[in-house]
């Protein structure tokens, strides 16, 4: 009898090749499992609220679906989840807190009903399917209740790190289990999936705790009102900053509706404590001595609508800040951001607030991601046979990939989104490639291709507009005028209309040619060619709107 080949392939949908959007599918001989399902948030607007990865690749298999598992609740992680249940129902298994957090962002698509949630809890196993088990294990990140899974299929043993850090005395006591790791690294790993995020750090200088006491002190020796910008799913710094307030006699403002749901929900789970008359609305804040107020609020990466820009421009409806108070950044800069947020420093600045942040005071944020020597030993604990970088643009997944490959685990593969691997035989090897790509999301619709050509393309080079009134044979009936907004014009307005009229009636002319008519939709598009030719500078190539109408016809647009 021939052995059964048994083949397991690894298919990024989200993450690699990127910060954010993370989304992985491990497809063996008994179904499929998606790891994570996240979003990320666009650089250039156009109205665009999120963006999610491109599941046509699991749709034409949703039969093989077994289910999603969530590593934790950040947004790159969980943030999709309603577009990809949506589209395909399936079970999902979360840990305690980013199940709240699920549960939260489904309450937004009311379309989903009777989502089948489960809780996971670490070094508990589950299955799914006939023969896949998956064990959570405890990881310390920047959000309570991370995991990474160890996933057995037919054939491969999986190991996928989430997000992790290894800081040894976390405020929660939750560690990373380490014993554990180092247990399945025994009985053996056949592939290794992890986070590559601060692979450019060569190792972490400070924890959650320093952090802690650093922010207290410099609390301490403030005068005014004190702003600290964070993430909001960072609970561990909100009971740091509450543990500042009563340490420095200061009431406790909460400013942003991120920080509210975080607070909320950490409060429900126990995971954040703090006596109840800390809190204060912000109204009421305003009417307190400035030296006794301490607020908390979002927009770290200067969101145009989160609290702090709202801060910077002085259009928050209840909360002010004055010379002399100050703002102090307790987090990172994501990739991208860099430039808004010194537009937001210097705002600040210039409004004579104080401003401290990580670029120039390091004891005030640490990350909640493994620097260099923690990818290392998470490597030594766990040998794996093979290895595949997670979490990061191309550069981090190569220079993990290259630490990978110092460690002797010769069988790394670069994987980017689309791209897939195969372990068989013992072996990791690059497949083909499946469709992926990014689904543009505004108001919680799909915004198709063309209308986000269209946004872009408004908002880069204009707008031109004219309606056409034609006679029975298809030619203009009277001459037409021509709107344009945002466009760049090369002579005065009413020249290039001049132009414009005499073009298009000898365009409609040549595309009538020798027939007896022209049909609506044919002088609508020979007057769109032209009008885009007479409209267009350099580069600069307006949206052009025709309409048509004839006599006795409709209106073609
Ligand atoms: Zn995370
Ligand atoms: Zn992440």
């Known amino acids: 009898m021939p052995a059964v080949v048994s083949q397991t392939r690894i298919v990024p949908l989200g993450g690699l090749g990127e910060v954010g959007m993370n989304c992985l599918a491990i497809e063996s001989r008994d179904g499929i499992v998606i790891v994570d399902c996240g979003v990320t948030f666009p650089h250039d607007q156009y109205g ?66 009777n989502a089948d949630l489960h809780t996971t809890a670490p070094r508990k196993k589950f299955s799914l399917g006939s023969s896949i088990t998956v064990e959570p294990l405890r990881v310390t990140h920047s959000i ?32 990373s289990d380490i014993q554990r790791f180092q ?56 009971q740091a900053i509450a543990n500042a307030a009563i340490a420095t006699q200061r009431r406790l403002c909460l400013l942003g509706r991120s920080v509210q749901t975080h607070v909320k929900a950490a409060q429900a789970l126990g995971k954040l404590k703090f006596p109840s008359d800390l809190l204060v609305s912000p109204e009421v804040a305003m009417t307190l001595a400035p030296h006794t107020v301490l607020a908390i609020a979002t927009g770290t990466q200067a969101e145009p609508a989160s609290a702090i820009a709202r801060l910077a421009r002085n259009d928050h409806p209840f909360f002010r800040l004055e010379r002399r108070d100050t703002v102090i950044f307790s987090s990172r800069t994501i990739p991208g951001s860099e430039r808004a947020v010194f537009g937001l420093i210097c705002d600040l600045e210039r409004a004579g607030v104080n401003v401290h942040f990580s ?25 794996p046979r093979s290895f595949i970088p997670l979490h990061g643009t191309f550069h981090h997944l190569k220079r993990h990939a290259e630490l990978a490959r110092s460690m002797g685990v010769e069988n790394t593969l670069l994987l980017e989104n689309g791209d897939t691997a195969r372990w068989s035989n013992g072996q990791l090897a690059q497949d083909g490639g499946v469709p992926h790509g990014r689904v543009h999301i505004d108001e919680g619709q799909v915004v198709a291709p063309p209308t986000l050509e269209e946004r872009k393309q408004m908002s ?41 009229r005499s073009a298009v009636s000898e365009a409609l002319r040549l595309a009538r040619g020798p027939r007896e008519v ?29 309409q048509v109408k004839s006599v006795g016809g409709p209106i073609v647009g």
């Not at 670029?359 to 040998?383: N, P, Y």
């Not at 309606?467 to 298809?474: A, P, R, S, V």
């Not at 044919?522 to 030719?533: G, H, K, M, S």
Request: glycine residues 6%.
């Open 460 to 500: 880069e080079s204009g707008t031109v507009f004219a309606q056409l009134h034609l006679d029975k044979i298809g030619m203009l009936s009277t001459p037409f005028a021509v709107t344009t907004r945002g466009v760049l014009l090369e002579e005065p307005a009413h020249v290039l209309e001049g132009l414009a």
């Open 183 to 238: 247990e399945l690294g025994r009985e053996g790993i056949d592939v290794l999936l992890s986070d590559s995020t601060n692979v450019d750090v060569a190792t972490r200088k400070t924890s959650e705790r320093s952090v802690s006491s650093a922010l207290t002190n410099i609390i301490a020796k403030l005068e005014g009102r004190v702003v600290v910008g964070l993430f909001a799913s960072n609970i561990y710094r909100l």
């Open 48 to 113: 665009i609220d999120l963006i999610h990865p491109d599941f046509s690749w699991l749709w034409e298999r949703r039969d093989q679906v077994r289910g999603l598992i969530v590593t934790h609740g950040h947004e790159d992680h969980i943030g999709a989840i309603p577009y990809l249940l949506r589209m395909i129902p399936m079970p999902v298994y979360a840990p305690a807190y980013a199940r709240v957090l699920i549960e939260h962002r489904l309450s937004e698509h009311p379309d989903i009903v």
């Open 518 to 546: 022209l049909t609506p939709e044919e002088a609508r598009d020979a007057a769109a060619r032209t009008l885009r030719r007479i409209y267009r500078v350099g580069h600069r190539r307006p949206l052009v709107v025709v």
């Open 144 to 175: 309570p209740d991370a995991t990474a899974f160890c996933i057995d299929v037919p054939g491969a043993r999986v190991f996928h790190t989430g997000d992790f850090k290894l800081e040894e005395d976390p405020p929660d006591g939750e560690a």
């Open 359 to 383: 670029g120039i005071d390091s004891e005030i944020h640490v990350s909640g991601h493994a620097a260099r020597d923690e990818q290392s030993r998470m490597i030594e604990l766990t040998k």
